[in-house]
């Protein structure tokens, strides 16, 4: 069904009151959200997208997913559940306060920087234009740096499971080297520099 048609029935729905227009229909249409729309209990699918930007304040208690949208930017303090997607978008900056519990995918964004007080269960800096990350940058449990131009792990880095490299300057070191670098921080997994990707 196409936008435009759903969105009629929606606005007809929502004059006769028998039905309110989900928050997802909002989003792309461009309507006014209330302050229960912002705590979206589940997940968001967003991919593919028109949506270039999200309202501040925006909760999501499962995953958001904005793979190959049009977003922009993403607002400060944006919490998410699960994991959150932004591979393939146009994205080059992200916010302050930004929390996501999942996996955080940079896959193929122009993204230079990681904001200061990020918190991520694990993330994904595959094929990324960032050239070093955060002091103190906390990941719960993988950190994947493939085909990055990183080429040092800061003090304080917190991994709470592997960390995986491939076609990044970081090749150059050994494993203790890299652990040492990241003191008072820690690598409490494997560093991986080969492996098998799962299907």
């Given at each position: 069904?196409?936008?435009?048609?759903?969105?009629?029935?929606?606005?007809?729905?929502?004059?006769?009151e028998e039905h309110n227009m989900p928050f997802k229909l909002k989003l792309i249409f461009n309507k006014p959200l209330t302050k229960e729309d912002l705590n979206v209990?589940?997940?968001?699918?967003l991919e593919e997208s028109k949506i270039t930007s999200l309202p501040k304040g925006l909760k999501i208690s499962?995953?958001?997913?904005l793979s190959r949208s049009k977003i922009k930017s993403i607002p400060e303090g944006l919490k998410v559940g699960a994991n959150l997607d932004l591979s393939d978008t146009p994205i080059t900056s992200?916010?302050?306060?930004?929390?996501?519990?999942?996996?955080?995918?940079l896959e193929n964004t122009s993204i230079t920087s990681l904001p200061e007080d990020l918190k991520v269960g694990s993330l994904s800096l595959y094929n990324t234009k960032i050239i070093s990350l955060p002091k103190g940058l906390k990941v719960r449990f993988f950190l994947y740096l493939v085909n990055t131009k990183i080429t040092?792990?800061?003090?304080?880095?917190e991994v709470g499971a592997n960390l995986y490299i491939k076609n990044t300057a970081l090749l150059e070191y050994t494993d203790e080297e890299l652990r040492e670098m990241v003191k008072p921080g820690f690598i409490k997994g494997k560093i991986l520099r080969q492996w098998k990707k799962k299907h």
């Open positions: 069904m196409k936008e435009e048609t759903l969105k009629r029935i929606f606005e007809f729905l929502e004059e006769k209990k589940g997940n968001l699918d499962g995953w958001l997913d992200l916010p302050e306060g930004l929390k996501v519990k999942g996996i955080f995918n040092s792990l800061p003090k304080g880095l």
